[in-house]
């Protein structure tokens, strides 16, 4: 179970990427005070953590209405994973989290909230790891997440100073260490759903 959580963490950590998150906080809201900055960090991470966990709890049921199966689901999310992972590798952030503020919407929204902390990678890899066991599955999972987005929360208040000690030049290292750790988990997840795809194929 303790080695489940800390692979769940790992995966959500490394797609979420606090770290490189914070530096994006910091240029949406560099402008406003220490209290809206913390309403809006606070808005942001309340709705992604409802958005993963009715996506984690409803995961199986999402399953059956539409006929999808765990391994096509792992297949899909692996390489959605993977493509995060690849786009963060080469420095950059992938079309799938990035930040694109029109002015005119709430940023705890979005671009905060979606795509950037709860984005197709974030739902898949929640979806799979819940959906590979039971109840018990689907509260790690959760717990798991809730205290990522504590983290990241702590991360964005204090955003002004990690962003000056860590500079461009960590953060782009610790983009990168991410995204290698990231690619591995979606290459994981991958291999995961095509062994179980043949299994599903051979017992039918």
Not at 18 to 25: E, G, H, Q, R, S
Not at 164 to 170: L, R, S, T
């Amino acid at each position: 179970m303790i080695e489940h959580a800390i692979t769940v963490f790992l995966a959500f950590f490394a797609i979420m990427n606090p770290i490189a998150n914070t530096a994006v906080f910091a240029g949406l809201t560099g402008d406003k005070s220490k209290a809206e900055q913390r309403h809006i960090a606070t808005k942001a991470l309340i709705i992604t953590f409802v958005i993963i966990l009715l996506f984690a709890a409803l995961g199986k049921s999402i399953f059956d209405l539409f006929g999808i199966t765990l391994p096509a689901l792992r297949i899909t999310g692996g390489i959605l994973v993977f493509l995060v992972g690849y786009h963060m590798l080469q420095g950059s952030n992938s079309k799938l989290h990035t930040e694109q503020d029109d002015g005119d919407s709430d940023i705890a929204v979005s671009p905060l909230a979606v795509p950037l902390l709860a984005g197709p990678g974030t739902i898949a890899t929640a979806m799979n790891y819940s959906a590979s066991g039971g109840w018990t599955a689907i509260i790690v999972t959760c717990l798991v997440f809730l205290a990522l987005c504590l983290i990241t929360f702590i991360c964005f208040l204090f955003s002004a100073r990690i962003i000056a000690v860590i500079g461009q030049n960590g953060l782009s290292i610790v983009t990168r260490l991410m995204g290698l750790i990231l690619a591995v988990i979606g290459t994981q997840m991958l291999i995961a759903g095509i062994q179980g795809a043949v299994h599903f194929t051979s017992a039918s």
